[in-house]
């Protein structure tokens, strides 16, 4: 007898003590973002699709060397470079990305010695179509040069 | 007798109205509430506040088309919300919000409001039995266990109430508790009348009216974990509006039922600024409570449900009403 009151007793407290905890939650400040008015900045160490670094001319650091192609396991590096006449290095004349393919492993920028590559805080990617995920990366650098 | 009428037919009119919009700015609230508990803003998009939110899920909720699965029994499927709506909001109509506005004040109100609260079973019943899809049956079983179960205590604590003022008159109930805050029903001091379980006997009355509503924790009926949606899985469209529409009528009638047996109707507790107010504030600091309960606790199992009603409401229920009738006997 002595238990079933008590655990009446002591049910009814813990169902106080919950609507305690909710009372206060309730004049808290908000915490949540709101997505598409308010972003968030993405952390040093966040992982988007790669992008080209360029020197302070605004050209590619990039020297064709092809490491990058090369440690790709998912093959989504296309590299396309020129030694024009009379230059001593080669010059990039296409870098395509295959981001459908690409689990974002961080190989290609690891192997790269020269600087040239980095992870974007690219993470509004959305689409209907395959297409859109293949990135002509350095038409995108003369598009943030621009 | 035609003026009778006439007053009635208004009262319906108004009554429904009263009802459509709780329903829509009950659920607002209910979304900001819980919102606000869970840190999150709430719909704030669609005016000021997301207060142009309600009438805009109105629309959409009409221009949707009106499914009627194939198997199911066409007639039931389509009385079932029509009888979920219809006696919340018949029950507006006896109900007083002051001593002046009442739509039709009976002396045998508070049997009248029970009559139709108990029509709510029938009709999840009849919409899980004729939806032919047996999670639906499996909620209007339990919905009907459940509305069963609590229907006693809640009866129990009204029928304390009635031998407390001597009355079934919603008005007549309301009047006996006039006078200031210590002579609600609430309280133990009444005049001539000191008994100590009158709380308990609030909290019974409070849980029960939850539970009739079928409102978290004791949502069982549709329970969306297990049964889908419940009851009112195979309706969409205005079916589904309602049954939602049913069911915060009949939220707004268990807080207007509550005030007026326990907090005094639209007394006010200094005798201050008397007037319609304080029904309003009392009904929607309850129905505030409900929101905030039903954000607060996990739904219970069928079980703990049962047990609850069988094994304490309604001893605990009864208890007070011996109680009640040796007090009245003795002073």
């Known amino acids: ?146 | 007798m035609s003026l009778t009428l006439l007053n009635v037919i208004v009262a319906v009119f108004i009554a429904i109205a009263f009802a459509a919009l709780n329903a829509a700015y009950l659920v607002w609230a209910e979304r900001r509430g819980a919102a606000r508990i869970q840190r999150r803003p709430g719909p704030n998009i669609n005016g000021p506040f997301g207060l142009f939110q309600p009438p805009l899920d109105g629309v959409k909720l009409m221009a949707k088309q009106l499914l009627i699965p194939g198997d199911v029994d066409k007639i039931l499927f389509m009385v079932a919300p029509v009888l979920a709506m219809a006696p919340a909001i018949t029950s507006f109509v006896t109900i007083p919000f002051s001593s002046h506005i009442v739509g039709h004040n009976m002396h045998i109100g508070i049997l009248l409001v029970f009559a139709f609260a108990s029509m709510g079973g029938m009709a999840l019943l009849l919409a899980g039995w004729s939806s032919r899809n047996k999670y639906s049956v499996m909620s209007s079983v339990r919905a009907v266990s459940q509305a069963i179960a609590y229907e006693i205590p809640m009866l129990i604590t009204a029928i304390t109430i009635v031998m407390i003022t001597g009355t079934t008159d919603l008005m007549g109930i309301v009047k006996a508790q006039t006078g200031g805050f210590w002579h609600w029903n609430i309280f133990p001091f009444k005049a001539g009348l000191f008994n100590p379980l009158m709380l308990m006997s609030f909290l019974i009355f409070f849980i029960c009216s939850l539970a009739e509503t079928n409102r978290a924790p004791f949502d069982l009926g549709e329970a969306e974990s297990e049964l889908v949606a419940g009851f009112h899985t195979e309706y969409g469209s205005m079916g589904f509006g309602l049954f939602f529409m049913g069911e915060y009528a009949n939220i707004v009638i268990g807080a207007s039922l509550t005030t007026i047996l326990f907090l005094g109707g639209w007394d006010c507790p200094f005798g201050l600024f008397p007037g319609v107010w304080w029904f309003l504030l009392k009904i929607y600091l309850l129905i505030a409570t409900f929101i905030w309960i039903r954000w607060t606790f996990p739904r219970t199992t069928i079980y703990g449900l049962l047990n609850l009603s069988w094994k304490i409401l309604i001893p605990a229920s009864l208890f007070n009403l011996l109680l009640t009738a040796g007090l009245l006997k003795v002073f």
């Open chain 1, 1 to 146: 007898m002595g238990a079933y009151f008590s655990g009446i007793f002591s049910g009814l407290w813990s169902l106080f003590v919950g609507m305690g905890i909710t009372f206060r939650e309730f004049f808290s400040p908000t915490v949540t973002v709101q997505y598409p008015y308010e972003t968030l900045k993405m952390t040093a160490r966040y992982r988007g699709h790669i992008e080209l670094i360029a020197d302070e001319e605004g050209k590619p650091n990039c020297v064709v060397c092809g490491m990058c192609e090369k440690a790709c396991p998912s093959s989504c590096i296309t590299l396309a470079g020129e030694k024009p006449e009379g230059a001593k290095k080669k010059v990039l004349t296409g870098y395509h990305l295959d981001f459908t393919k690409c689990s974002l492993c961080g190989s290609c920028v690891e192997s790269c010695n020269f600087n040239a590559i980095e992870f974007s805080r690219e993470y509004n990617l959305a689409s209907t179509r395959k297409e859109d995920f293949h990135f002509d990366l350095l038409q995108r650098l003369k598009d943030r040069n621009s």
